[in-house]
DNA sequence: CTATGTCAGTTGCAAATGCAACTATTTTAA
DNA sequence: TTAAAATAGTTGCATTTGCAACTGACATAG
């Protein structure tokens, strides 16, 4: 468990010390599988495996609403309060997941517990790189047409990557529900794009053609 | 300065003491003004005013990326760093913005500051607001259609005002930008709403008439 | 007082997108 | 290894949305 960055920087014992001071638990989910009764106050941390937040509408659609890698953090206290739907949370694939009582982590602990400064430390700097993550969702959820919203989010990944030819990490019906547009017009705009050029794809696989520095 | 949420629990001396730490500057700004020449490593903090993320794009939309309130905070380590178009920094009304370092704040200090620990922890707090506001943004920008984003962004808005008369915070021109739709649109489907008896509606003024508990 | 600008509101028309209903291909599970 | 699911891809048609170009109301600055 140490190998999570919530506990960078502190030592082992301490870590063993701390668990009980944060109730801390560990679950491990298959893939597919749905994270329940997750309580109110509860945080859940991302040890392995990708998690994603997944609302499906009265109306018949699926959003991703977010991805959680490694690291990263869920829980009822990050969640939109407005969200009426049915919101999930899903394993996309085998995960490990650990539970820790969140007011105990921002609140100070009487324990002996030298390390929980430490501790926040990395808490801030996890839940920092959520915001970051949530801005780049927003930058490409703010487009205004399908293929902007196509050409931010491969963008993005490239800039990721380092490289022009990416491996898009959705199935191209889930990476829709991302873009939050319907599939088949994300597929005939993809169509489109191979058409003039800009870009060349088959499947997942897509290489950007088109000058970076215009869009 | 002191009322400023990130100094929480810290008294006015050590908060004079760690100025110098944090090469804390404050300025304050006249409404319509622009935020300029903010340094890689600095993070804005809103102690008193509102602050617009402002994006233009090549092909003339404007968009609203983020709306940032009195102890809300900025800065380009927070940005989505795809953003090829013309990004600003709006103060929507008179401000005062205090700029700190932000390596500072996150490594420990070395001087006698005591309450750093407790500084972090006032700033975990705010970061964790920052990254439920972006995720309610990013449930209004996930709808599917105009009148889902509007209905979802005023059931937003009621919840916090606690009623279902609403003052819309931004001009409805503004609105369309922060939705990320066409003005036109946006009142032509307000005006449909209207007549279907789901809203009532005069400029910034509405009134929810729909079954919240449906949408 | 007048001009200039911002805001709210409207509408016709064109373009983009969603919906539905398919086929073909690949993966997964029995 | 075969059947069932999931995924990728396509297209016609209806609907939604964006664009452009207005009007009228109101506020602000000179």
Chains 1, 2 share one sequence.
Do not use: W
């Not at 999930?88 to 982590?105: A, G």
């Not at 801030?124 to 902007?148: A, F, G, P, Y």
């Not at 990557?161 to 990476?175: E, Q, V």
């Amino acid at each position: 468990m140490s190998e999570t960055r919530i506990f960078d920087n502190i030592t082992n014992e301490e870590i063993n010390q701390m668990k009980n001071c944060f109730k801390a638990v560990s679950r491990k989910y298959i893939a597919g599988e749905t994270i329940n009764n997750i309580e109110e106050g509860s945080l859940g941390i991302v040890v392995s495996g990708v998690v994603e937040i997944i609302r499906f509408d009265f109306d018949g659609n699926r959003t991703i609403l977010e991805r959680i890698n490694e690291n990263g953090i869920f829980g009822k206290l990050f969640f939109s309060k407005i969200d009426e739907g049915d919101v999930q949370i899903i394993c996309s694939t085998d995960c490990e997941i650990m539970f820790i009582d969140y007011d105990h982590l921002t609140k100070q602990c009487h324990n002996a517990c030298n390390h929980h400064s430490t501790l926040i430390r990395n808490m801030l700097s996890i839940v920092s790189e959520k915001s970051i993550k949530l801005s780049n969702r927003v930058e490409v959820l703010s487009q205004r047409t399908l293929r902007k919203k196509l050409i931010t989010y491969f963008n993005m990944i490239a800039k990721e990557a380092g490289k022009k030819n990416i491996i898009i990490p959705f199935s191209l019906s889930n990476l829709s529900d991302y873009l939050c547009v319907d599939r088949s017009a994300m597929l005939r705009e993809m169509k489109k794009m191979r058409e003039e050029g800009l870009i060349d794809s088959h499947a997942k696989k897509v290489t950007i053609l088109y000058d970076q520095s215009i869009y």
